[in-house]
């Protein structure tokens, strides 16, 4: 299973602005803590319902007045990952532990397979960019930015990129490097391979207009069996810029561009051991060091992707990349899939982590009935752990 067609699934994209929502306020249930403990607290946000069986792979944002605003997806359906999808928003006042005022932003657009991937970040301006891709069929996607003028209440369609070709995205990606510019990792299939099954290499759109226009880098990043998939990015306080990807190699990989994501060097092993699933790599507000979140396991006889999506860990590098320390498991239950974190900052400095969970069924393998969670953690939390990393 797979935030995009990296297991099985596709993304889509067409008609910018086949509908602009006017959003619609309703009812909906707030999340309830799952479990907490002092710095961490767990909400499940979304659950599994008949209608939309699976609730997952969103991003967060602060708005102006403090609230969180989260976008994420729901799927229809068999919530697998080719059916018909909504990206759909919640809202937070108390720091991302209720969350409510669910309403839709905009649906699967007819005639395609589904839209996908939500990814958020702050407009130069002051308002809130919405990245995001509609899937018309495997291969074929279309890139989208909408923008909100009003705090995360509509969204208008701004413009469309790699219009048609196949520049898959994974949520809570985008960054802004300290140049301005904003970086948008994608994993589209090696040349001349199929969008279905790979193949993928590691690319990166970019804008230097705040969003308007994108080019493509001309570096790909490829790796054995499978490829590079799912890459996340940050700025290290040198100024270069490391990518981490998901891979069916045992490790995470890592890469980096000293010119804003332009070009990149060859991928290399990390010491932290990884399934294939997804990772994070973002940066702790106030300090140089970076912060991984992934998967902490690897079983090359899993019955799926190479390893239990378990636990759910966290490590610090203070080295920008090349050692990691402070290891800490955020969820640890055997028995659950935990997957694609995104993880944003509050200006208080705590982080807002949303990733979906699921129970692995009888046999191991995963199943589509998801819930959306989101953890609420002190950064000091992360220094709690100890130890550096090692197999499990």
């Keep these: 299973m797979s935030t995009n067609r990296r297991a099985r699934s596709g993304y889509s994209g067409r008609v910018a602005g086949w509908i602009a929502i006017g959003l619609i ?168 391979k199929p969008a279905e099954t790979g193949p993928y290499a590691a690319a990166m759109l970019y804008s230097d207009d705040d969003g308007r226009t994108w080019r493509v880098s001309e570096s790909r990043i490829e790796l054995p069996k499978r490829g590079a998939m799912e890459p996340h990015v940050e700025q290290t306080a040198t100024g270069r810029v490391l990518m981490v990807m998901r891979n069916q190699l045992g490790r995470l990989y890592l890469s980096e561009s000293d010119d804003d994501g332009a070009t990149w060097s060859p991928a290399r092993p990390s010491g932290l051991t990884s399934p294939e699933s997804c990772p994070e790599l973002t940066r702790i507000p106030g300090t140089s060091d970076l ?59 705590k982080a807002i982590l949303n990733y979906w969970t699921c129970e692995y069924l009888p046999n191991w393998a995963m199943q589509d009935v998801i819930d959306l969670r989101v953890a609420v953690v002190d950064k000091s939390w992360f220094y709690g752990g100890s130890g550096t990393p090692g197999a499990r």
């Design 291 to 349: 912060l991984m979140i992934w998967n902490h396991s690897y079983d090359p006889k899993f019955k799926s992707h190479y390893g239990k999506r378990s636990p759910l860990t966290a490590a610090i590098s203070k080295d920008n990349g090349k050692t990691w320390q402070h290891l800490r498991d955020i969820e640890t239950d055997p028995k659950r899939a935990f997957s694609n974190p995104g993880c944003r900052f509050t200006k208080k400095g």
């Design 25 to 192: 306020f309703c009812t909906f249930p707030q999340g309830k803590a799952e479990a907490q403990e002092s710095g961490k607290h767990i909400v499940t946000v979304a659950k599994s319902t008949r209608d939309f069986t699976r609730k997952g792979e969103g991003d967060v944002i602060e708005l102006a007045d403090g609230r969180l605003l989260l976008v994420y997806m729901e799927f229809s359906g068999d919530g697998s990952d080719f059916a018909k999808t909504r990206l759909a928003a919640q809202e937070s006042s108390d720091g991302g532990l209720t969350w409510g005022r669910h309403r839709v932003i905009t649906e699967t657009a007819p005639g395609d397979v589904n839209v996908y991937s939500p990814n958020l970040i702050a407009a130069k301006d002051g308002g809130i960019l919405l990245i995001f891709i509609r899937q018309h069929r495997p291969g074929s996607l279309t890139n989208h930015v909408w923008k909100s003028a009003d705090g995360g209440r509509t969204f208008s369609p701004m413009t469309e990129f790699v219009r048609g070709r196949d520049f898959a995205l994974c949520n809570a990606t985008v960054k802004r490097l300290a140049s301005g510019r904003l970086l948008l990792p994608a994993s589209p299939p090696v040349a001349g």
